[in-house]
């Protein structure tokens, strides 16, 4: 670290892109990874890793449609077991790749260039496993599409006031967005891998995917417009995707979950869990392919930054959800919490209040959030608890509601475990073909950065 | 180039400021019909070559009006008149338990309409384009800077282009093949 002046942010004083750059270096270094590096052993025996667990999940779901949902550990009352807690927790970690694309570039925010598009790939494979979900949880998965509205020959129409079907559009809108956004951002860079691939079939194949983009004036007007706009519209939609997923609890009257700070708490969960995963996948990919110059330690510390005042947002959701458990002088949410303290469940919370809330202080240290290893084990820390929060809020709720006479235990078996750490697997095998088919930094962003370190004089 | 129709000319430059330049300079000499290629977008240069404006935002304002009005009217007609369902006693047309949906469909149209659209008004997927013909225009999504004078624009010489071209400080000027 270069010292600096007393009284100066040293934030705003360490750039986001290395100096020494120019247009054609930050091209060929990005688009040599894609095209001239090569499939490497560490990155085989990576994607073998998450092949084998993608392995393990389509085993599972094989079994799963053979035998129906009795190999879970859900019962009655816990219907909703590992599968919510995993679509929750997959979709909120989604959250931050749409926030970094599309809020930071509203706000004007110069790093966002350098994060942006894996955080987007983030986003998408995120969505992906968080959506299986939904699906394997029915009885009768081949009749997912009862939910979509369809000209059905009986006349039937969905039930629109019903909070699941409002979670299908939620999340189908939000796939289909972030599909969107993460393929716009693309165009310019598949024209770069076009023009610079060497091999009939990658120009073919890049040329195919670019849509023959040749960066005319009037083109890039439109190109910017059209991404100022989808930002304008992502933004909004990520809020009210978590936002929608929370109503799914809220609307039930089941003590917990009946509250109106789910909405805020569960958007800013999904941000902190998401950022911790931006890092956790960040930390790794500089490291091995050399992109310090474009993740700079900036960066790193920006989001650690978020990550820590964001899980300050949870932390005051905890607080409030106590608080008003006693204050609202109702016994059955007042049992929930003491339930959820002191009750079967006691370890998980304690353990979720420690990953979340205690552990992650360790980021006020400077030195934590500049030294890679910790941050990255603090991240893991992060998305463990966010996991164990989501199955806090679903298990203690349902195991014991107003009936003593209905309560029941949950236990996950080997299936739900297979199939949780089969939908990591699945999400590293998307993110493995990501990294070595397409460019993990967004290339004409970090041109554009160039120019515009370059006209500013150097601080 | 023997026989093949000439689509215009094509100016190379390195720096982003010499093609922002170069293409006010054609605007002012009055050239109408040409482009400018570069590896990112460069503000200024789309109005400079006389494109100020783009119907985009428009467009996406009415994609987004639809899938507002259209979402609603869609859960309204299957609860209120298609199939009425009596939910907790609730009136049927709950309007508020429409508003989620009515948002997200609002939000999905007005992007799958920013985004066809762009895609259709810059005239993508195209194919072909001669522009490709030049074995340098390669470089225009690395770090080069591009100008196209085309032969169609009233004023387009040959050889008196080629010259304003290169009294621009061009570090190449080449013809392009139709």
Redesign the interface.
């Known amino acids: 670290m270069e010292p600096v002046e007393p009284g100066k942010n040293a934030a705003v004083a360490e750039p986001v892109l290395a100096p020494g750059h120019s247009f054609g270096s930050v091209t060929d270094q990005i688009s040599a990874i894609v095209l001239t590096r090569g499939t490497g052993k560490k990155w085989m025996g990576g994607f073998a890793v998450a092949i084998a667990l993608l392995l393990m999940l389509n085993f599972a779901i094989t079994v799963l449609f053979a035998k129906g949902v009795g190999i879970w550990g859900i019962n009655i009352p816990v219907g909703w077991g590992f599968a919510i807690v995993n679509f929750v927790w997959w979709i909120g970690i989604g959250h931050a790749g749409t926030l970094i694309s599309a809020f930071l570039l509203l706000m004007r925010q110069q790093w966002r260039s350098s994060v942006n598009r894996f955080a987007e790939a983030m986003t998408i494979f995120a969505v992906a496993c968080a959506g299986m979900f939904p699906l394997l949880h029915m009885g009768r998965p081949w009749l997912f599409y009862w939910l979509f509205p369809y000209p059905d020959t009986m006349t039937l129409w969905p039930q629109f006031r019903s909070p699941l079907v409002w979670d299908v559009f939620a999340v189908s809108t939000y796939a289909t967005v972030s599909i969107l956004f993460w393929f716009v951002g693309l165009i310019p860079d598949l024209a770069t891998l076009r023009d610079r691939a060497t091999t009939k079939i990658k120009q073919v194949v890049y040329g195919i995917l670019s849509m023959g983009w040749r960066g005319s004036a009037k083109h890039w007007k439109r190109y910017e417009t059209a991404s100022l706009l989808l930002a304008g519209l992502a933004t909004p939609l990520v809020v009210s995707v978590h936002t929608v997923v929370s109503f799914d609890f809220t609307i039930a009257i089941e003590p917990g979950w009946h509250s109106t700070i789910f909405p805020p708490y569960f958007v800013a969960g999904a941000i902190y869990s998401g950022f911790a995963m931006v890092l956790c996948l960040a930390i790794p990919l500089r490291k091995y392919y050399g992109l310090e110059d474009f993740v700079t330690l900036r960066h790193m510390d920006t989001m650690a930054k978020i990550m820590l005042a964001t899980g300050w947002i949870v932390a005051y959701s905890y607080i409030m959800e106590t608080f008003m458990a006693f204050y609202s002088g109702n016994p059955f949410d007042r049992y929930m919490i003491m339930n959820r303290m002191f009750g079967p469940y006691a370890t998980v919370y304690w353990i979720l209040i420690a990953a979340n809330l205690v552990i992650p202080q360790l980021l006020w240290i400077k030195k934590m959030r500049r030294n890679m290893l910790t941050l990255f084990l603090l991240s893991l820390c992060v998305q463990t608890g966010m996991w164990l929060e989501r199955f806090v809020i679903i298990i203690t709720s349902l195991s014991r509601d107003f009936v003593p006479s209905s309560w029941g235990m949950y236990y996950p078996t080997r299936w739900d475990w297979m199939t949780f750490l089969g939908s990591i697997g699945l999400f590293f095998t998307l993110f493995y073909l990501f990294i070595r088919f397409l460019p993990m930094i967004s290339i004409h962003e970090m041109r554009e950065l160039v120019h515009k370190t370059e006209e500013e004089p150097a601080a | 180039m023997a026989g093949r129709r000439l689509y215009g000319l094509m100016a190379e430059f390195d720096t982003?400021e010499a093609l922002l330049y170069a293409?006010r300079a054609a605007r002012e000499e009055g050239y109408r019909k040409f482009?400018?290629?570069?590896?990112?977008?460069?503000e200024g240069?789309?109005e400079?070559?006389g494109?100020p404006k783009?119907r985009?935002?428009v467009l996406?304002f009415f994609g987004?009006l639809f899938g507002c009005c259209g979402g609603f009217f869609?859960?309204w007609w299957?609860?209120v008149i298609?199939?009425p369902?009596n939910?907790g006693g609730?009136p049927y047309d709950?309007w508020p338990?429409?508003i989620?949906?009515t948002?997200?469909?609002t939000?999905?149209c007005?992007?799958?309409t920013?985004?066809i659209?762009?895609?259709a008004?810059?005239g993508?997927?195209?194919?072909?384009?001669p522009?490709?013909n030049v074995p340098r225009?390669?470089?225009?999504?690395?770090?080069h800077f591009f100008l196209l004078i085309e032969a169609e624009d009233p004023k387009f010489d040959p050889k008196e282009t080629q010259e304003f071209l290169e009294a621009l400080h061009a570090q190449e000027v080449s013809e392009v093949e139709a």
Do not use: C, W
Request: no cysteine.
């Open positions: 982003p293409a482009d400018a290629y570069s590896p990112f977008g460069i240069l789309a400079a070559v494109f783009t985009l935002p996406v987004g869609m859960q299957a609860n298609g199939y369902l939910i609730k709950s338990a429409f989620p949906i948002f997200e469909l939000i999905l007005a992007a799958l920013t985004v659209g762009m895609i008004l810059n993508l997927p195209a194919p072909y384009h522009a490709f225009f390669a470089l225009a999504s690395r770090d």
